[in-house]
């Protein structure tokens, strides 16, 4: 007779929504992460070539899993498809001490931090794989009642 065991369906420690990073040059991303992010490594998986097949790192509470771009299989890196859509968020302690520490690392500040209308001091940078990122710091709770007030008089709709 089998003993059935119940598996969770969500790996422990993982989240319903883990997003998964393309980069042409997935090793230097996972360094790059590391010093700007803070980031932990936690796997890697390489081919016999040394490409990364799966790697996962951890930024504060999460994964993200990365991969080396691999044209054959359709997995583009922002660089191959010129920019990216995607904005991958991120709450921090210190969004000012954070998004300074990455621009030292070598990313690009592509919106600086201030003190948005929604209640948190938010900024947004690029990374230099082409990956888009938003980092804020949660300063004051706004109500969503007061919420479309508030973006009308940050200005930011006309």
Aim: proline share 6%; hydrophobic share 40%.
């Amino acid at each position: 007779m089998t003993k059935h065991v119940k598996i969770d369906p969500v790996p422990r420690g993982m989240h319903t929504v883990t997003p998964q990073l393309t980069c042409a040059g997935a090793a230097d991303a996972i360094g790059f992460y590391k010093k700007a992010f803070g980031a932990v490594e936690t796997a890697r998986l390489s081919d016999d070539q040394g490409k990364i097949m799966h790697a996962s790192i951890r930024i504060g509470d999460s994964d993200v899993m990365l991969v080396d771009e691999n044209p054959e299989w359709g997995a583009l890196s922002p660089q191959s498809l010129r920019g990216s859509p995607v904005t991958i968020h991120l709450y921090v302690a210190d969004v000012d001490a954070f998004v300074d520490k990455a621009e030292k690392a070598g990313a690009k500040i592509t919106m600086p931090v201030a003190d948005m209308f929604w209640g948190d001091r938010y900024g947004a940078l690029e990374d230099p794989f082409g990956h888009r990122w938003s980092v804020a710091t949660h300063i004051r709770d706004v109500d969503r009642a007061d919420m479309p007030e508030a973006m009308r008089n940050s200005g930011a709709v006309k």
